[in-house]
């Protein structure tokens, strides 16, 4: 009995991955003159691991228990699924973000900005509070989250009017002639992060205070007068000799 081994050559291969010497006895592929590509249709895959990578990582809800907020943040979805306009869209983000990107806004800072534009309503999505500091309040249309009890009062007194966000849905659902405004992000304690306080090249502000005895920045009499053995010999100086 004569037994033959065969052995595949360099440069034969089949279409699907070689498993050993038994994917020799296969078909082999054409030659790519015989083989059209221009009418071969490729059907290409879903690579099902890379989908995390196309997901949306807008936000879609708050971590807030305020059921007033989560009606809010369901009615402007519901507008912008069915309306799509600007307006919508640009409140619902707002009404997304957290507390601290939705800065409050004084009567005053509102005065200012709605120069020209007083017959337009003023829309902000943060809390509406008042500013002694300004002694007459022009007539202004207002439309916030909320208000504090003194704003409120001295915008209806001077003839103006406040509103919520669902009321003036109600009243004016496209929210044209309306004006958006927001408050400044910029806070005190924005300016102690950074660098660290004292580094070559830094500014930021340190949380200590920069006067004072007791301060990060003492005085050049400052380490003598605080040193213990100093004020030791202080004392000792000033107490009368006693005989032994």
Known sequence: ???FFFQAEDGIRDVERSRGLGDVDKRQVST???WDLKNTKVLMG???RRLHKHTSKAKKTILSKNLYMKLLIRLFKFLVRRAGKPFHKAILRRLLLSKVHRPPMSISRISRLQKGKLDKTIVIVATITDDERLL???KMNI???RFTAAAKQRIIKAGG???TLDQLIVKNPLGTNTVLLRGPLTREALSHFGKPAGLPGSHTRPYAPTKGRNSEAPSKAQPYQNNHFYNLSLIHLSEPTRPL
């Open 161 to 163: 009017s406040v509103m």
């Open 136 to 138: 007459e309040v022009p």
């Open 1 to 3: 009995v004569v037994f």
């Open 143 to 145: 439309c916030a989250l």
């Open 32 to 34: 790519q003159s015989t």
């Open 46 to 48: 879903v690579d099902h």
